[in-house]
């Protein structure tokens, strides 16, 4: 399971609870433990405790009465974007589900990104994709990659000088880091995508927005092949 930072005792309480939460060990409709038994379970005050269970309820996992204590609520009520509800399920491995579902948000909001980002990139802007282009073809390792290749889709949204697109980016990096890091393990060559990465900088570098729309949406759907084990051939530049 990949480690998560805990910054301080309500910080503690809100992961543990939290990822417990996120992988069905407390499923939704149940009731955690009574304050005092939760607090000495977790080795933490009653303030730390309430502090961490007003997070929790703030990301719509739990509900809290006063007569009845803290109850799990139904994965519909979860803020399913909340940078630690991702975070926690990406720690858990993601499922199928999970990473379709990760692939189909990518297909609704990347290809749009790119096709913006060849509008109104700056000069600066596109020298930015292009040295995360320049790191990952100079990757040495599969994390080196990962975190190369989350920096070249990070790079494409702050293109579009769209400030709502390049805020999401800071929600849903630590579930794309994960996806790309899974794909690059999954293939036989991790740097198998690089050509496609190099097919949306081109297009972006040349202001063909066409061009970089379906070169994202290429690249998209090859990392769904290749998760699945059939990779497609690539298709030539627009």
């Known amino acids: 399971m990949k480690r998560i930072e805990v910054r301080n005792l309500h910080d503690q309480v809100t992961q543990e609870i939290g ?10 409709g149940e009731y955690l433990p009574k ?10 005050s009653r303030s730390a405790l309430r502090e961490g269970l007003k997070v929790l309820g703030s990301k719509g996992l ?19 974007l909340d940078s630690d509800i991702l975070a926690w399920r990406c720690a858990l491995m993601p499922t199928q589900d999970f990473v379709d579902k990760l692939v189909e948000m990518r297909e609704v909001i990347e290809p749009a990104a790119a096709a913006s980002a060849a509008q109104r990139r700056s000069p600066a ?3 930015k994709i292009k040295a995360a282009y320049q790191a990952m073809a100079d990757a040495t390792d599969q994390d080196a990659w990962a975190k ?11 293109a579009t000088n769209n400030e ?14 994960t996806f790309f890091l899974l794909s690059a393990q999954t293939a036989k060559d991790f740097k198998y995508s690089l050509p496609r990465h190099f097919d949306v900088y081109d297009a972006i570098r040349l202001k063909q927005p066409d061009a970089a729309r379906a070169a994202m949406l290429d690249m998209i759907a090859d990392s769904r092949a290749n998760l699945k084990g059939i990779r497609a051939p690539r298709k030539p530049p627009r």
């Open 19 to 28: 990822q417990r939460i996120i992988s069905g060990t407390i499923k939704p």
């Open 35 to 44: 304050e005092d038994l939760l607090a000495q379970t977790l080795s933490v």
């Open 62 to 80: 739990i509900e809290t009465k006063q007569k009845t204590g803290s109850r799990v609520r139904e994965p519909r009520f979860w803020k399913q």
């Open 125 to 127: 802007q596109l020298a």
């Open 148 to 158: 190369a290749d989350l920096s070249f889709h990070e790079s494409v949204l702050e």
């Open 164 to 177: 709502l697109l390049g805020s999401l980016f800071s929600v849903i990096d630590a579930a794309l880091g």
